[in-house]
Structures are given as structure tokens and as C-alpha cells.
């Protein structure tokens, strides 16, 4: 029987899911890396956690199935869009990934505005406003606060896209996590010379672009010696993470709406053709679908606040998962239960990350609202 490899670079870790040729899930594997904060707004990865992350999980998940690599028949990626990753001539990465939910860039977003004569033309180039965790402005943030470091730059990535890279030494990305970068006429899915121009981004840095199914590499002998699997095995362009569950949920025809609550919450929706919203307020892409598009709401903090949390405030619950085998997560719902439906007025405001649908503020911040003597940490965690 034939297999297909899914990879998943996330904000919380590397993720690797075999299938069988019937589209059932054979088995999974994820590995957790760690994001940074050095400074209030930013938010930052290593690109290398992510490369091992990856070969982990795949040889953890071959190692559960008892599978080789040369069952598996194809490779698809997917993961955190708008992640700016920055190589020079050699392909070695100049410095930490900038993230999606990367808040630093809100003077950028109004320069490169201007720069390209407006809101109202800014949509028509790319069907959206610029935002602080798109890709252009993390460009132009770096060009004028690091120039040695831009100065070296000869390819730009997202972070799927460099783990394509390393595993098949090709610079290349797919039309669904193009359009979240504000370089990408998303109408006739290309990139957008206007733009680049206007940025001065030079076009030879930016990866080759294809549909998401279209194969976009195979497996070379380096990647095969990190990973087990088979050189030669074809890596298809895949989909930014919300295009691509967006896929597997069946989101592919009108009518049909997913919401899906990960690092980020959102609300997802097919579009079979291209319309984007006058105010830029939702975000208008290309579907991993051929020939589609899709509008999106994006909440930045949503399981990242659980995760928050858990790293801050659940020390017992992580301490007695270690010793119980459980899953920290699991502790801390059951500590929710403990408090009733509304946690007795208790609000929370999610904005730990700033915010993006449909007021996009990176100043946005989050605050418990309404706590009084009664509350309890079972109020909190629900």
C-alpha cells in the first residue's frame, strides 16, 4: 500500500501524519520547539527547530507505523503563514524567523501604504491591507533597522517554505501562503512586480510560485539521510495552514464555512472567485484549490492563549503530567469544569498578540475583566 506524508510547521511545533492511499490516518507525530519574545511585540523562531522538529516527527511517525521511507509515495506541506525567513547567497539563514503574530512592523504597515498610493490601491493590488503580521512589512522593518543583515539578503521564505528548502534544495512557495505576504496580486495569483517595485524588494528574492497541488521538489539525498525517506520522493507546493484545513474540512465549494481554533482562532470561507473587501477588514486569498479563493477573520490569540497560560500559570498541571503521563492540557480543563458556565462574570480579552479581524490594532492588549474575591483559578482557566 502507498502512503502520503503530511508536515506541518506550526507555531507550537513540527508535525508529521501519515496516510494510507484511502485517506485514512495512519499515525502522527509532533515535536515542539519554542517561540521568542526579546522584546514586547516581537515574536520570533528559529528556522533550524523547525528543520529538526520536522526530521523528528517524520522518523517518529515512520517508527510507529513499523514503515520505511520508501512507502511514502508523496510529500504535502503546510504551516504558519506569513513567517519571514531571510537566506543569503549559501541558502544559511541571516537571522530568527519574524512570525505571523510578530507586532513591531506598524510604522511599516502605513509607510508601505503610502508607498504604494493608498488603501484603496494597496486592494486592488493585492486584495488586502497591509498588516503588522504580514511578510512585507517584516521586510521593510529589517531593511531600515537592519541593514548589515539586509545587505546579505538573496532569498526570502515563509516557513513551510524553508523546510521545502531543506528538503529539496528549491526556493518555491504556492499561491495560498503567497497571498498573506502583501507582495501577491492575489486576483491573477502572482506576484506583484507593482508592489515589489514600490518596496524596492528586489523580484529575484522572492521563491518560484505554484498552484498548491503542483509538485514543487523531490526529496534530495541530504534530506533523505536527515529524514528516512525515499531521495527522489516529489514534495508538492501544499497550502498555508488555514488553506489546507480548509481542504481536509471539506471547505471547497460555496456555502460551506469552517471555524478553526489554533494558535489563532478563524473563520474560513471558499470564494469561487476573487473579491475582496473595500476596507481590507477581512482577508481575501488564493485557495489551495486551483483557480480559487477563499475570505478569512483572523483572531491572533486564541489556543495561544491556552498555551499562555499554561506555560504561566500551569506549573502544577505540567509538574503532575510529567509524573501521570498526561497531557497538561487535559489538567487544566478539568480544572475549568470546576467553575460554572460564565465563570460568574469573569471576561477575558485575548489580545496578548495584539489583534487583526476586524480591527487590526498591534496595540491591542489583553486584560481579565470583572474578578472579584470569589474567583478562583477554575474561573481563570475556564
Known amino acids: 500500500m502507498a502512503y502520503l506524508l503530511g508536515i506541518d510547521v506550526s507555531t507550537t511545533g513540527a508535525k508529521a501524519l501519515l496516510m494510507d492511499e484511502r485517506g485514512n490516518v495512519v499515525v502522527s507525530a509532533t515535536t515542539e520547539y519554542p517561540l521568542s519574545t526579546p522584546r514586547p511585540l516581537w515574536s520570533e523562531q528559529n528556522p533550524a527547530d523547525w528543520w529538526q522538529g520536522a526530521c523528528a516527527s517524520i522518523g517518529s511517525a515512520l517508527a510507529k507505523a513499523n514503515l520505511s521511507g520508501d512507502a511514502v509515495s508523496a510529500v504535502g506541506l503546510t504551516g504558519q503563514m506569513h513567517g519571514l525567513v531571510l537566506l543569503d547567497e549559501a541558502g544559511q539563514v541571516l537571522r530568527p524567523a519574524i512570525l505571523w503574530n510578530d507586532q513591531r ?16 490601491n494597496l486592494i486592488a493590488l493585492t486584495g488586502n491591507q497591509v498588516l503588522p503580521g504580514f511578510t512585507a512589512p517584516k521586510i521593510v522593518w529589517v531593511c531600515e533597522n537592519e541593514p548589515e543583515t539586509y545587505s546579505r539578503v538573496a532569498h526570502i521564505l515563509l516557513p513551510k517554505d524553508y523546510v521545502r528548502y531543506r528538503l529539496t534544495g528549491e526556493f518555491a512557495t504556492e499561491v495560498s501562503d503567497a497571498s498573506g505576504t502583501s507582495l501577491f496580486d492575489v486576483a491573477n495569483r502572482r ?17 518560484c510560485c505554484t498552484e498548491s497541488p503542483e509538485v514543487s521538489g523531490r526529496i534530495s539525498a541530504s534530506a533523505a539521510q536527515a529524514t528516512g525517506l525515499r531521495v527522489g520522493t516529489p514534495v508538492v507546493g501544499g497550502g498555508g495552514d488555514q488553506a489546507a484545513q480548509a481542504v481536509g474540512s471539506g471547505i471547497v465549494q460555496p456555502g460551506i464555512i469552517s471555524v478553526t481554533s489554533g494558535t489563532s482562532g478563524v473563520v474560513f470561507a471558499h470564494a469561487e472567485k476573487h473579491t475582496a473587501d473595500a476596507e481590507g477588514r477581512l482577508h481575501a486569498f488564493c485557495h489551495a484549490v486551483p483557480g480559487k479563493w477563499h475570505t478569512m477573520g483572523v483572531m491572533l490569540s486564541a489556543g495561544g492563549s491556552f498555551r499562555w497560560l499554561r506555560d504561566n500559570l500551569g506549573e502544577p498541571e505540567r509538574a503532575t503530567a ?6 497538561p492540557y487535559d489538567l487544566l480543563t478539568r480544572e475549568a469544569v470546576r467553575a460554572p458556565v460564565g465563570s460568574e462574570g469573569l471576561l477575558f480579552l485575548p489580545y496578548l498578540t495584539g489583534e487583526r479581524t476586524p480591527y487590526a490594532d498591534p496595540q491591542a492588549r489583553g486584560a481579565f475583566i470583572g474578578l472579584t474575591v470569589r474567583h478562583t483559578k477554575s474561573h481563570v482557566v475556564r
Open 191 to 207: 506576484w506583484s512586480d507593482q508592489v515589489t517595485r514600490a518596496l524596492d524588494i528586489p523580484r529575484e528574492w522572492l521563491p
Open 105 to 120: 512592523t506598524g510604522a511599516q504597515c502605513a509607510e508601505i501604504t503610502e508607498r504604494v498610493g493608498g488603501l484603496s
Open 322 to 327: 510529567q509524573l501521570t503521563g498526561d497531557d
